[in-house]
């Protein structure tokens, strides 16, 4: 975890994580109580799978404060992430064009105007074969 510039409260100018995301809090598991910054670095330190949907707190890496699950800071009202999704527990501060997919449950990263979810095949595709995608 890295901090790049420690003078601004804004969330574009600083820079924590993991190797796997970029995020200004840690979440903290409901299963073992330890936290992490992304499920990825839990399930690599635990012998469980993070139980992402049932987590209920987060831990501030800029002030260390515990709170409830949220977007900002209740203490120093930093973001934790540009990217939030309540649904997922995810955070996520590089532009990677991430979205909730309804149809999927999940958050994708590519961006919405580029792909479409098939109920059929109950998954999301490249909007470019939209008009050529045939469900048998």
Do not use: W
């Not at 990825?40 to 330190?45: M, N, P, R, T």
């Not at 934790?80 to 649904?87: H, L, Q, R, S, T």
């Not at 590519?110 to 098939?118: L, V």
């Amino acid at each position: 975890m890295a901090l790049l510039n420690t003078d601004a409260t804004n969330s574009s100018q600083y820079s924590l994580g993991c190797d796997h995301y970029r995020r200004k809090c840690k979440l903290v598991s409901p299963c073992c109580k330890n936290n992490y910054i992304c499920r990825f670095c839990h399930d690599e330190g635990e012998n469980h799978a993070l139980d992402r949907p049932n987590i209920t707190q987060v831990e501030c890496l800029v002030c260390n404060k515990m709170q409830p699950f949220s977007q900002t800071c209740a203490n120093c009202g930093i973001i934790f992430g540009n990217y939030f999704c309540e649904k997922c527990k995810l955070f996520g501060d590089e532009d990677l064009g991430m979205y909730h997919c309804e149809g999927c449950g999940l958050c994708r990263v590519g961006g919405r105007d580029k792909f479409f979810h098939c109920d059929i095949c109950e998954l999301c595709l490249p909007t470019d074969i939209k008009t050529t995608h045939k469900v048998s």
